[in-house]
């Protein structure tokens, strides 16, 4: 394994390990699961699950408005079209984000936006930046409620858990 799998490469870890190519969808029992590339300069995906009418995605480590991005902001919009809860990356301002362009990240507003025109009912922001504090992530929580009061919205935190 290569960076950011990190301590061990896969000779250290003491298992049969096998791999198999993940398809776009893909259904475990009665749950329906579908995939998505995300933008960021490693190769990360967003899941999608579905059963019994009800569906929860996670995206994170996804820039949804990247410029150079393989997914383009209109192809996320479908994909999570009217889904019940969504948990995506959420670490930065609008002026932090002009100087990470690139890194993979989005912003509290773009992910409202995305959330927004697909419908989505409800969505929690993780991945924090190490540096904000409970208090920066709150002040951005409640900008994104002024903005959009329909939205149910909270941030992601440890311990926390979550039944829909």
């Given at each position: 394994m290569t960076?950011?799998?990190?301590?061990?490469?896969?000779?250290?870890?003491?298992?049969?390990?096998?791999?198999?190519?993940?398809?776009?969808?893909?259904?475990?029992?009665?749950?329906?699961?579908?995939?998505?590339?995300?933008?960021?300069?490693?190769?990360?995906?967003?899941?999608?699950?579905?059963?019994?009418?009800?569906?929860?995605?996670?995206?994170?480590?996804?820039?949804?408005?990247?410029?150079?991005?393989?997914?383009?902001?209109?192809?996320?919009?479908?994909?999570?079209?009217?889904?019940?809860?969504?948990?995506?990356?959420?670490?930065y301002t609008?002026?932090?984000?002009?100087?990470?362009?690139?890194?993979?990240?989005?912003?509290?507003?773009?992910?409202?936006?995305?959330?927004?025109?697909?419908?989505?009912?409800?969505?929690?922001?993780?991945?924090?930046?190490?540096?904000?504090?409970?208090?920066?992530?709150?002040?951005?929580?409640?900008?994104?409620?002024?903005?959009?009061?329909?939205?149910?919205?909270?941030?992601?935190?440890?311990?926390?858990?979550?039944?829909?």
């Amino acid at each position: 394994m290569t960076m950011p799998y990190f301590p061990t490469g896969l000779a250290g870890l003491p298992a049969k390990i096998v791999f198999n190519d993940l398809k776009r969808t893909l259904s475990i029992g009665s749950i329906k699961i579908e995939t998505i590339v995300n933008n960021h300069p490693n190769h990360t995906r967003g899941f999608k699950f579905t059963e019994n009418n009800r569906s929860f995605a996670f995206l994170t480590d996804n820039e949804v408005r990247a410029q150079k991005g393989k997914t383009s902001y209109q192809k996320f919009v479908a994909f999570l079209q009217n889904v019940d809860l969504l948990i995506h990356d959420a670490q930065y301002t609008e002026e932090v984000y002009k100087t990470r362009i690139g890194w993979g990240h989005s912003t509290y507003q773009q992910v409202a936006e995305l959330v927004n025109e697909a419908g989505v009912k409800e969505f929690m922001i993780t991945h924090h930046d190490h540096s904000s504090s409970d208090r920066f992530i709150d002040r951005n929580i409640k900008e994104v409620r002024k903005k959009y009061p329909r939205l149910k919205i909270e941030a992601a935190a440890e311990g926390k858990s979550r039944r829909f």
